[in-house]
């Protein structure tokens, strides 16, 4: 089934190595997000679940994008599902949702 709207919201990470969980889940069941690295950013973001950190590439866990660039269409049923870090304090993401009632 195609989302029936679309929805959009802004995540910024207060404290590097401390994930924060995207929040505002809309009234709907969410299809699909897309996450876009803030084009202020100057390190790079990780998008995952809640053991997502972005640290050393050897021990980075989830999606790490630059400044600018864009996820793929994740499938998700609940936006809370994803964590964001960054490498610097008020760097983030931008973030898109597909949503049927």
């Known amino acids: 089934m195609a989302a029936s709207s679309v929805v959009h ?3 910024v990470v207060g404290t590097p190595g ?3 969980q995207l929040t505002g889940q809309p009234s709907g069941v969410v299809d699909w997000v897309v ?7 100057t390190t790079t973001v990780t998008i995952g679940g809640s053991n997502t950190v972005r640290t050393a590439a050897a021990t980075r866990n989830g999606l790490t994008l630059a400044a600018g660039a864009s996820s793929p269409s ?4 609940d936006l809370s599902d994803f964590w964001v870090d960054a490498g610097l304090g008020a760097e983030g993401v931008s973030w898109t949702a597909g949503v049927r009632a």
């Open 9 to 11: 919201g802004r995540t």
């Open 18 to 20: 401390t994930p924060v």
């Open 35 to 41: 996450f876009t690295a803030l084009s202020t950013n």
């Open 74 to 77: 994740l499938a998700s049923d």
